[in-house]
């Protein structure tokens, strides 16, 4: 697939201008407080009709959208068990260059409540609404089986110190991956090109939550801070409250095909942020590029590329 070079990310000095757009309806309720369900009857695109396309976002009118949400201060405080100084020197890593941007948030307003925790037998990671019922997340965070199946996988959009009231938790039935990477014993170069995996879930939680749209990366977007990354990192917060940066600018590996790519980046990244988004807005609307994977002593790293794309076209088109 190839991408218009002319079709660039807003930089984040335009996003920063936008203003919020409020919700243009409230969620109605029954008597017995349950949420009240339109019922529309949608004929699902035939299989394969997606194809190449870029994956349009959705936000309900029920959502304020908001783009840069406040500060977090009461939530933001950095648990004491770990020392940032001394965690992570065996493995030679930095994460962290110069001041840390990452700022603590909780806010349901679109795009904000479609990144979410991912909890599995691995332990816990970030991910992000992709469609209806559809997750972005790293591969690394699955629990490949044997046997060709995943172990068990829960996703809780807007996480904050528990599942949020209103959009709960959703389990994983399905998962389409590019390649079964095992964080660990490290992620390899091969590895780092394909860390991405699109979870279906249970449920069509995004009715509630709204999901980002996707497009594939290209090298000709390197080098502009266009991107905003979010996730739950165990640093901060004790990947109990998510957290959001602006201002990254990407890098995708030169000697790899677009297809699929190591894409480096100088965000600042602890464990648990694995699997959280990387975005930019096209006219005021967000698209995923890129999930956060690895991180070494120089530089941190995501994978996207085309690949990614057709995953999530897949994905969707077999469980709309």
Not at 109 to 137: D, F, K, N, Q
Request: net charge neutral; aromatic share 12%.
């Amino acid at each position: 697939m190839t991408t218009n070079k002319k079709d660039k990310p807003m930089l984040q000095d335009e996003v920063k201008n936008l203003k919020p757009i409020k919700a243009k309806r409230k969620i109605e309720f029954d008597e017995d407080g349950k949420q009240r369900i339109e019922a529309i009857g949608v004929k699902s695109l035939e299989k394969g009709a997606r194809g190449l396309m870029e994956q349009t976002p959705f936000c309900p009118d029920h959502l304020d959208q908001d783009f840069n949400p406040k500060v977090d201060k009461a939530g933001a405080k950095t648990p004491i068990f770990i020392d940032r100084t001394t965690f992570m020197q065996p493995e030679g890593s930095r994460t962290i260059f110069g001041a840390d941007n990452r700022t603590v948030y909780n806010s349901t307003a679109y795009p904000w409540g479609c990144v979410g925790r991912v909890e599995t037998a691995l332990g816990i990671g970030s991910g992000a609404m992709i469609g209806p019922r559809h997750i972005l997340t790293c591969a690394h965070v699955i629990d490949f089986k044997s046997d060709g199946s995943t172990g068990w996988v829960k996703f809780s959009p807007m996480y904050y110190n528990g599942p949020n009231p209103t959009f709960g938790t959703a389990n994983g039935i399905k998962t389409y991956y590019k390649y079964k990477v095992k964080g660990s014993d490290g992620i390899n170069s091969t590895e780092a090109q394909y860390d991405y995996v699109v979870v279906v879930l249970d449920r069509n939680i995004g009715n509630q939550t709204g999901w980002f749209g996707a497009k594939a990366y290209t090298d000709s977007w390197d080098g502009l801070a266009s991107w905003t990354h979010a996730g739950y990192p165990m640093d901060k917060t004790g990947a109990q409250r998510p957290t959001y940066q602006n201002n990254i600018a990407l890098d995708g590996d030169a000697l790899t095909t677009d297809a699929h790519e190591a894409i480096y980046h100088q965000g600042d990244i602890w464990p648990g942020q694995s699997g959280g988004p990387f975005w930019g807005y096209w006219s005021g609307t967000p698209y995923v590029v890129a999930v956060q994977s690895w991180q070494n002593a120089s530089k941190n790293g995501a994978s996207g590329g085309s690949d990614l794309l057709d995953l999530v076209n897949k994905a969707r088109t077999e469980y709309p």
